[in-house]
Protein backbone atom coordinates (compact mmCIF):
# COMPACT_ATOMS: atom_id res chain seq x y z
CA UNK A 1 0.00 0.00 0.00
CA UNK A 2 1.39 3.27 -0.84
CA UNK A 3 1.09 6.28 1.34
CA UNK A 4 1.98 10.00 0.88
CA UNK A 5 3.03 12.48 3.68
CA UNK A 6 2.99 16.39 3.10
CA UNK A 7 4.92 18.54 5.62
CA UNK A 8 5.37 21.77 4.84
CA UNK A 9 9.25 21.96 6.09
CA UNK A 10 12.25 20.41 5.17
CA UNK A 11 12.10 17.47 6.85
CA UNK A 12 15.29 17.66 8.96
CA UNK A 13 13.98 18.12 12.62
CA UNK A 14 10.59 16.62 12.48
CA UNK A 15 11.19 13.60 14.45
CA UNK A 16 6.87 12.83 14.56
CA UNK A 17 7.10 12.65 10.99
CA UNK A 18 9.90 10.67 10.58
CA UNK A 19 8.78 8.30 13.27
CA UNK A 20 5.55 7.40 11.50
CA UNK A 21 7.19 6.68 8.32
CA UNK A 22 9.51 4.32 9.83
CA UNK A 23 6.42 2.78 11.95
CA UNK A 24 4.32 2.17 8.26
CA UNK A 25 7.34 1.75 6.18
CA UNK A 26 8.48 -0.84 8.79
CA UNK A 27 4.69 -2.45 8.23
CA UNK A 28 5.00 -2.88 5.09
CA UNK A 29 3.81 0.77 3.58
CA UNK A 30 5.50 2.54 0.48
CA UNK A 31 5.57 5.74 2.30
CA UNK A 32 6.78 9.37 0.62
CA UNK A 33 7.18 12.49 2.01
CA UNK A 34 6.99 15.80 0.16
CA UNK A 35 8.96 18.21 2.25
CA UNK A 36 10.01 22.09 1.12
CA UNK A 37 13.57 22.24 -0.70
CA UNK A 38 15.87 24.27 1.31
CA UNK A 39 19.94 25.02 0.62
CA UNK A 40 21.21 22.28 2.86
CA UNK A 41 18.95 19.43 1.43
CA UNK A 42 18.60 17.37 -1.44
CA UNK A 43 15.53 17.31 -3.65
CA UNK A 44 15.55 13.67 -3.57
CA UNK A 45 16.92 11.56 -1.16
CA UNK A 46 16.25 8.32 0.58
CA UNK A 47 16.22 8.42 4.27
CA UNK A 48 16.02 5.00 5.99
CA UNK A 49 14.18 3.59 3.52
CA UNK A 50 11.64 6.07 3.09
CA UNK A 51 11.55 8.44 -0.11
CA UNK A 52 11.76 11.94 0.16
CA UNK A 53 10.95 14.75 -2.53
CA UNK A 54 11.42 18.03 -1.47
CA UNK A 55 9.53 20.80 -3.98
CA UNK A 56 10.78 24.42 -4.78
CA UNK A 57 8.75 26.42 -2.77
CA UNK A 58 8.27 30.35 -4.90
CA UNK A 59 7.58 32.68 -2.33
CA UNK A 60 5.79 36.21 -2.92
CA UNK A 61 9.36 37.87 -4.02
CA UNK A 62 8.98 35.42 -7.11
CA UNK A 63 5.48 36.37 -8.09
CA UNK A 64 6.53 40.53 -7.82
CA UNK A 65 9.97 39.65 -10.26
CA UNK A 66 7.10 37.35 -12.87
CA UNK A 67 5.01 40.99 -12.41
CA UNK A 68 7.70 42.98 -13.68
CA UNK A 69 8.62 40.88 -16.30
CA UNK A 70 5.24 40.11 -17.79
CA UNK A 71 3.37 43.02 -16.58
CA UNK A 72 5.45 46.20 -15.86
CA UNK A 73 7.76 46.32 -18.72
CA UNK A 74 5.31 45.52 -21.20
CA UNK A 75 3.42 48.58 -20.06
CA UNK A 76 6.36 50.83 -20.20
CA UNK A 77 7.01 50.11 -23.65
CA UNK A 78 3.90 51.86 -24.79
CA UNK A 79 5.16 55.05 -23.09
CA UNK A 80 8.26 54.72 -24.28
CA UNK A 81 6.92 55.02 -27.82
CA UNK A 82 4.26 57.93 -27.11
CA UNK A 83 7.46 59.92 -25.81
CA UNK A 84 9.42 59.32 -28.45
CA UNK A 85 6.90 60.23 -30.98
CA UNK A 86 6.12 63.63 -28.77
CA UNK A 87 9.97 64.12 -29.01
CA UNK A 88 9.79 63.49 -32.44
CA UNK A 89 7.01 66.08 -34.31
CA UNK A 90 8.07 68.15 -31.48
CA UNK A 91 4.16 68.17 -30.37
CA UNK A 92 5.46 70.54 -27.39
CA UNK A 93 7.71 73.07 -28.89
CA UNK A 94 9.39 74.05 -25.55
CA UNK A 95 10.20 71.38 -23.68
CA UNK A 96 11.22 67.84 -24.85
CA UNK A 97 11.30 64.96 -22.67
CA UNK A 98 14.25 62.57 -21.57
CA UNK A 99 12.84 59.59 -22.18
CA UNK A 100 15.13 57.41 -20.85
CA UNK A 101 15.38 59.41 -17.34
CA UNK A 102 11.64 59.17 -16.92
CA UNK A 103 11.42 55.35 -17.84
CA UNK A 104 14.65 55.17 -15.34
CA UNK A 105 12.63 56.75 -12.88
CA UNK A 106 9.82 54.57 -13.11
CA UNK A 107 11.14 51.64 -12.74
CA UNK A 108 13.31 52.09 -10.30
CA UNK A 109 10.69 53.58 -8.01
CA UNK A 110 8.65 50.00 -8.71
CA UNK A 111 11.54 48.03 -8.10
CA UNK A 112 12.37 50.47 -4.59
CA UNK A 113 8.85 49.54 -3.62
CA UNK A 114 8.94 45.54 -4.35
CA UNK A 115 12.62 45.25 -2.58
CA UNK A 116 11.13 47.09 0.41
CA UNK A 117 8.82 44.11 0.90
CA UNK A 118 11.48 41.64 1.06
CA UNK A 119 14.68 43.12 2.56
CA UNK A 120 13.34 42.53 6.07
CA UNK A 121 13.04 39.08 6.91
CA UNK A 122 12.78 38.78 10.28
CA UNK A 123 8.45 38.11 10.77
CA UNK A 124 8.05 40.31 13.79
CA UNK A 125 9.13 43.67 11.71
CA UNK A 126 8.07 43.01 8.22
CA UNK A 127 4.32 44.08 7.57
CA UNK A 128 4.32 41.88 4.34
CA UNK A 129 5.57 38.34 5.88
CA UNK A 130 2.23 36.55 6.35
CA UNK A 131 1.23 37.72 2.67
CA UNK A 132 4.67 36.08 1.43
CA UNK A 133 3.97 33.04 3.51
CA UNK A 134 0.33 32.32 2.79
CA UNK A 135 1.73 32.82 -1.29
CA UNK A 136 4.74 30.28 -0.31
CA UNK A 137 2.02 27.89 1.50
CA UNK A 138 -0.42 27.91 -1.75
CA UNK A 139 2.47 27.36 -3.58
CA UNK A 140 3.14 24.24 -2.13
CA UNK A 141 -0.30 22.80 -2.16
CA UNK A 142 -0.67 23.59 -5.32
CA UNK A 143 2.08 21.25 -6.43
CA UNK A 144 1.28 18.94 -4.27
CA UNK A 145 -2.35 18.62 -5.56
CA UNK A 146 -1.10 17.92 -9.02
CA UNK A 147 1.68 15.40 -7.96
CA UNK A 148 -1.09 12.93 -6.05
CA UNK A 149 -3.14 13.65 -9.43
CA UNK A 150 -0.63 12.68 -11.48
CA UNK A 151 0.64 9.55 -8.83
CA UNK A 152 -0.89 6.64 -7.70
CA UNK A 153 -1.28 6.47 -3.80
CA UNK A 154 -3.69 4.59 -1.64
CA UNK A 155 -3.94 6.78 1.60
CA UNK A 156 -2.28 10.80 2.03
CA UNK A 157 -1.64 11.75 5.26
CA UNK A 158 -1.24 15.75 5.64
CA UNK A 159 0.83 17.16 8.63
CA UNK A 160 -0.51 20.24 9.96
CA UNK A 161 -3.06 22.58 8.05
CA UNK A 162 -0.23 24.68 5.93
CA UNK A 163 -0.01 20.97 4.11
CA UNK A 164 -3.47 20.10 4.12
CA UNK A 165 -5.48 22.04 1.43
CA UNK A 166 -3.91 20.71 -1.59
CA UNK A 167 -4.03 16.56 -0.55
CA UNK A 168 -7.26 17.34 0.62
CA UNK A 169 -8.94 18.36 -3.00
CA UNK A 170 -6.93 16.08 -5.18
CA UNK A 171 -7.46 12.78 -2.84
CA UNK A 172 -11.52 14.04 -3.32
CA UNK A 173 -11.00 14.20 -6.70
CA UNK A 174 -9.28 10.52 -7.03
CA UNK A 175 -11.70 8.93 -3.57
CA UNK A 176 -8.32 8.56 -1.63
CA UNK A 177 -8.38 7.93 1.69
CA UNK A 178 -7.33 11.45 3.48
CA UNK A 179 -5.72 11.67 7.21
CA UNK A 180 -5.17 15.23 8.98
CA UNK A 181 -2.28 14.79 11.37
CA UNK A 182 -2.76 18.04 13.72
CA UNK A 183 0.71 18.63 15.46
CA UNK A 184 -0.61 21.51 17.42
CA UNK A 185 -3.43 23.82 17.68
CA UNK A 186 -2.53 25.29 14.59
CA UNK A 187 -4.63 28.12 14.33
CA UNK A 188 -3.76 28.73 17.83
CA UNK A 189 -0.10 28.25 17.86
CA UNK A 190 3.04 30.85 18.91
CA UNK A 191 3.25 33.98 16.25
CA UNK A 192 5.40 37.30 16.62
CA UNK A 193 1.91 38.65 15.14
CA UNK A 194 -1.38 37.77 16.31
CA UNK A 195 -4.05 37.35 13.53
CA UNK A 196 -6.90 39.91 13.13
CA UNK A 197 -9.72 38.56 13.90
CA UNK A 198 -10.96 39.01 10.20
CA UNK A 199 -7.48 36.55 9.11
CA UNK A 200 -8.59 34.31 12.19
CA UNK A 201 -12.25 33.66 11.14
CA UNK A 202 -11.64 32.92 7.32
CA UNK A 203 -8.90 30.45 9.05
CA UNK A 204 -11.40 28.97 11.18
CA UNK A 205 -13.59 28.78 8.23
CA UNK A 206 -11.04 26.53 5.99
CA UNK A 207 -9.98 24.49 8.45
CA UNK A 208 -13.50 23.55 9.69
CA UNK A 209 -14.35 23.03 5.91
CA UNK A 210 -11.68 20.70 5.79
CA UNK A 211 -11.43 18.67 9.14
CA UNK A 212 -15.07 18.06 8.92
CA UNK A 213 -14.36 15.99 5.71
CA UNK A 214 -11.47 14.35 6.25
CA UNK A 215 -11.22 10.40 6.58
CA UNK A 216 -9.39 10.47 9.76
CA UNK A 217 -8.40 12.86 12.61
CA UNK A 218 -5.29 12.36 15.22
CA UNK A 219 -3.41 14.55 17.37
CA UNK A 220 -0.85 14.55 20.04
CA UNK A 221 -2.26 14.95 23.10
CA UNK A 222 -6.10 14.69 24.97
CA UNK A 223 -6.50 18.50 25.86
CA UNK A 224 -5.94 19.41 22.38
CA UNK A 225 -8.25 16.67 20.82
CA UNK A 226 -11.07 17.92 22.81
CA UNK A 227 -10.62 21.29 22.09
CA UNK A 228 -10.86 20.35 17.78
CA UNK A 229 -13.76 18.24 18.97
CA UNK A 230 -15.50 21.15 20.68
CA UNK A 231 -14.83 23.88 18.62
CA UNK A 232 -15.39 22.20 15.33
CA UNK A 233 -18.28 19.86 16.00
CA UNK A 234 -16.32 16.32 15.38
CA UNK A 235 -15.46 13.48 16.83
CA UNK A 236 -12.57 13.44 19.20
CA UNK A 237 -9.25 12.92 17.01
CA UNK A 238 -7.12 9.60 17.67
CA UNK A 239 -4.51 10.53 19.92
CA UNK A 240 -1.04 9.59 18.66
CA UNK A 241 1.83 10.71 21.78
CA UNK A 242 4.79 12.18 20.99
CA UNK A 243 7.18 10.10 22.03
CA UNK A 244 10.27 9.02 21.21
CA UNK A 245 11.03 6.28 19.32
CA UNK A 246 14.16 4.78 20.96
CA UNK A 247 14.25 4.29 24.61
CA UNK A 248 18.57 2.86 24.62
CA UNK A 249 20.64 5.85 25.89
CA UNK A 250 24.44 5.98 24.84
CA UNK A 251 27.06 7.71 26.66
CA UNK A 252 27.58 11.46 25.17
CA UNK A 253 29.64 13.00 27.88
CA UNK A 254 27.80 16.63 27.82
CA UNK A 255 30.28 17.54 30.36
CA UNK A 256 33.71 17.31 28.43
CA UNK A 257 31.75 18.56 25.36
CA UNK A 258 31.58 21.63 27.22
CA UNK A 259 34.10 21.48 29.75
CA UNK A 260 32.49 21.60 33.24
CA UNK A 261 33.46 20.90 36.50
CA UNK A 262 32.91 17.82 38.44
CA UNK A 263 31.34 20.38 41.19
CA UNK A 264 29.59 22.25 38.92
CA UNK A 265 25.52 21.49 37.84
CA UNK A 266 24.17 21.07 34.25
CA UNK A 267 20.93 22.45 32.91
CA UNK A 268 19.97 21.73 29.75
CA UNK A 269 17.52 22.82 27.36
CA UNK A 270 16.28 20.75 23.75
CA UNK A 271 14.62 22.07 20.57
CA UNK A 272 13.75 25.04 18.74
CA UNK A 273 15.59 28.17 19.65
CA UNK A 274 13.04 30.89 19.26
CA UNK A 275 10.77 33.39 21.23
CA UNK A 276 8.13 32.65 23.82
CA UNK A 277 10.13 29.39 24.87
CA UNK A 278 11.07 31.39 27.76
CA UNK A 279 14.53 31.20 27.15
CA UNK A 280 15.15 34.95 27.46
CA UNK A 281 13.52 34.35 31.81
CA UNK A 282 16.37 30.96 31.93
CA UNK A 283 19.35 33.43 31.14
CA UNK A 284 17.62 36.24 32.98
CA UNK A 285 18.05 34.03 36.51
CA UNK A 286 21.31 32.55 35.58
CA UNK A 287 23.03 35.25 37.62
CA UNK A 288 21.34 33.66 40.16
CA UNK A 289 22.62 30.56 39.64
CA UNK A 290 25.74 30.19 40.78
CA UNK A 291 27.39 27.14 39.70
CA UNK A 292 24.88 26.31 37.21
CA UNK A 293 25.55 25.99 33.37
CA UNK A 294 22.90 26.11 31.20
CA UNK A 295 22.95 24.46 27.93
CA UNK A 296 20.85 25.13 24.69
CA UNK A 297 20.90 22.44 21.91
CA UNK A 298 18.66 22.69 19.32
CA UNK A 299 18.05 24.98 15.68
CA UNK A 300 16.70 28.56 15.38
CA UNK A 301 16.13 31.32 13.19
CA UNK A 302 19.90 33.44 13.04
CA UNK A 303 18.53 36.56 14.00
CA UNK A 304 16.97 35.43 17.09
CA UNK A 305 19.80 33.53 17.62
CA UNK A 306 22.23 36.44 17.46
CA UNK A 307 20.07 38.46 20.00
CA UNK A 308 20.59 35.44 22.46
CA UNK A 309 24.15 35.66 22.12
CA UNK A 310 24.12 39.68 22.80
CA UNK A 311 22.14 39.18 25.90
CA UNK A 312 24.36 36.01 27.33
CA UNK A 313 27.52 39.11 26.59
CA UNK A 314 25.21 41.98 28.56
CA UNK A 315 24.41 39.32 31.45
CA UNK A 316 28.31 38.57 31.32
CA UNK A 317 27.36 34.79 31.80
CA UNK A 318 29.07 33.94 28.73
CA UNK A 319 31.28 31.20 30.85
CA UNK A 320 28.32 29.36 32.27
CA UNK A 321 25.80 29.50 28.71
CA UNK A 322 26.30 27.57 25.96
CA UNK A 323 24.93 26.56 22.29
CA UNK A 324 25.15 23.44 20.93
CA UNK A 325 23.70 22.46 17.31
CA UNK A 326 20.76 20.29 16.77
CA UNK A 327 21.77 16.46 17.14
CA UNK A 328 19.42 13.91 15.11
CA UNK A 329 16.20 12.84 17.23
CA UNK A 330 17.86 9.41 18.16
CA UNK A 331 20.61 10.89 20.37
CA UNK A 332 18.77 13.51 21.68
CA UNK A 333 18.04 11.84 25.11
CA UNK A 334 21.81 10.56 25.23
CA UNK A 335 22.50 14.44 25.74
CA UNK A 336 19.85 14.92 28.53
CA UNK A 337 21.27 11.77 30.07
CA UNK A 338 24.41 13.85 31.35
CA UNK A 339 22.38 17.12 32.47
CA UNK A 340 20.97 16.97 35.88
CA UNK A 341 18.17 19.20 35.36
CA UNK A 342 16.00 19.66 31.81
CA UNK A 343 14.40 22.94 31.38
CA UNK A 344 10.98 23.46 29.64
CA UNK A 345 10.28 27.12 30.23
CA UNK A 346 7.54 27.69 27.89
CA UNK A 347 5.53 30.46 28.00
CA UNK A 348 1.71 30.94 28.02
CA UNK A 349 1.51 33.10 24.80
CA UNK A 350 -1.09 30.83 23.20
CA UNK A 351 -3.30 27.72 23.49
CA UNK A 352 -1.14 25.49 21.41
CA UNK A 353 1.93 26.14 24.26
CA UNK A 354 -0.63 26.03 26.97
CA UNK A 355 -1.82 22.53 26.16
CA UNK A 356 1.66 21.41 24.77
CA UNK A 357 3.07 17.59 25.80
CA UNK A 358 6.35 18.23 24.06
CA UNK A 359 8.78 15.23 23.20
CA UNK A 360 11.37 16.64 25.12
CA UNK A 361 9.37 15.87 28.62
CA UNK A 362 9.60 12.25 27.52
CA UNK A 363 13.24 12.10 26.18
CA UNK A 364 13.91 13.70 29.44
CA UNK A 365 12.38 10.96 31.14
CA UNK A 366 14.18 8.36 28.53
CA UNK A 367 17.46 10.24 30.02
CA UNK A 368 16.62 9.20 33.43
CA UNK A 369 17.44 13.49 33.81
CA UNK A 370 14.67 15.13 36.43
CA UNK A 371 12.48 17.70 34.68
CA UNK A 372 11.72 21.50 35.23
CA UNK A 373 8.81 23.02 33.35
CA UNK A 374 5.75 25.21 33.20
CA UNK A 375 2.70 24.73 35.63
CA UNK A 376 0.25 23.59 31.70
CA UNK A 377 -1.84 20.78 32.14
CA UNK A 378 -0.24 17.74 29.95
CA UNK A 379 2.98 18.46 31.83
CA UNK A 380 1.33 18.71 35.19
CA UNK A 381 -0.45 15.09 34.71
CA UNK A 382 2.89 13.42 34.34
CA UNK A 383 4.99 15.66 36.76
CA UNK A 384 2.50 15.60 39.24
CA UNK A 385 1.42 11.59 39.32
CA UNK A 386 5.68 10.40 39.11
CA UNK A 387 6.65 13.11 40.90
CA UNK A 388 9.63 13.46 38.60
CA UNK A 389 10.12 17.13 38.28
CA UNK A 390 9.17 20.44 40.23
CA UNK A 391 6.17 22.97 38.09
CA UNK A 392 6.54 26.58 38.14
CA UNK A 393 5.24 29.69 36.57
CA UNK A 394 7.02 30.78 34.11
CA UNK A 395 6.50 34.60 33.99
CA UNK A 396 8.31 34.50 37.35
CA UNK A 397 11.78 34.46 38.03
CA UNK A 398 10.88 33.57 41.40
CA UNK A 399 9.27 30.37 40.75
CA UNK A 400 11.29 29.07 38.19
CA UNK A 401 14.49 29.49 40.31
CA UNK A 402 12.61 27.82 43.10
CA UNK A 403 11.94 24.83 40.90
CA UNK A 404 15.58 24.67 39.65
CA UNK A 405 17.24 24.38 42.95
CA UNK A 406 14.84 22.29 44.25
CA UNK A 407 15.46 19.63 41.54
CA UNK A 408 19.67 20.52 41.64
CA UNK A 409 19.62 20.15 45.89
CA UNK A 410 17.36 17.43 46.21
CA UNK A 411 18.25 13.90 44.97
CA UNK A 412 14.45 12.26 45.61
CA UNK A 413 13.67 13.27 41.64
CA UNK A 414 16.32 11.36 40.50
CA UNK A 415 15.33 8.58 42.76
CA UNK A 416 11.74 8.87 41.58
CA UNK A 417 12.84 8.58 37.88
CA UNK A 418 14.51 5.65 38.05
CA UNK A 419 11.59 3.78 40.01
CA UNK A 420 8.80 4.95 37.07
CA UNK A 421 10.98 4.90 34.10
CA UNK A 422 9.84 1.82 32.62
CA UNK A 423 5.98 2.45 33.87
CA UNK A 424 6.03 5.73 32.02
CA UNK A 425 7.50 4.62 29.05
CA UNK A 426 5.76 1.56 29.03
CA UNK A 427 2.16 3.52 29.33
CA UNK A 428 3.56 6.31 26.58
CA UNK A 429 5.82 3.88 24.47
CA UNK A 430 6.11 4.33 20.42
CA UNK A 431 5.19 0.97 20.10
CA UNK A 432 1.59 1.53 21.94
CA UNK A 433 1.28 4.78 19.93
CA UNK A 434 2.38 3.04 16.22
CA UNK A 435 -0.20 0.15 17.05
CA UNK A 436 -3.16 2.89 17.59
CA UNK A 437 -1.68 4.31 14.09
CA UNK A 438 -1.31 1.46 11.96
CA UNK A 439 -4.75 -0.30 13.83
CA UNK A 440 -6.94 2.88 13.95
CA UNK A 441 -5.97 4.56 10.87
CA UNK A 442 -4.46 2.67 8.48
CA UNK A 443 -5.99 -0.90 9.08
CA UNK A 444 -9.53 0.48 8.72
Not at 115 to 143: A, H
Not at 196 to 209: A, D, F, M, Q
Not at 290 to 296: A, I, P, Q
Not at 395 to 411: D, G, P, T, V, Y
Request: charged share 25%; proline share 3%.
Amino acid sequence: MKVLMTVYNNFRNDSRVLKEALSLKNNDYHVTIIAIKSEDTERKETIEGIHVHRFNVHSFKYYVNKLLLYFILPFLLPIFFILKTINYFNIFQKQKFDIKYILKIMLLKFIENSKNIFKNKDQNQNKFYDYIRLFSILDYNLKVFFYILFNKFDIVHAHDLNSLIGPFFSSKLKNIKIVYDSHELYLERNRYKKYTPSEKKWRITVEKLLINRVDKVITVNKSIAKYLANIYHIDEPLVIHNIPNNNSVSNRNLRAIINVKKDEQIMIYTGAITFNRGIEKILSVMQCLTGVHFVMMGYGNISYVTSIKKSIESLEINDRVHLIPPVPSNEVASYIATADCAIIPIENVCLSYYFCSPNKLFEAVTALTPIACSDFPEMRSIIEKYQIGVLFDPNSSESIIKAIREILQNNIYKQNILNSREEILSKFSWKKQEKKLLYNVYKQ
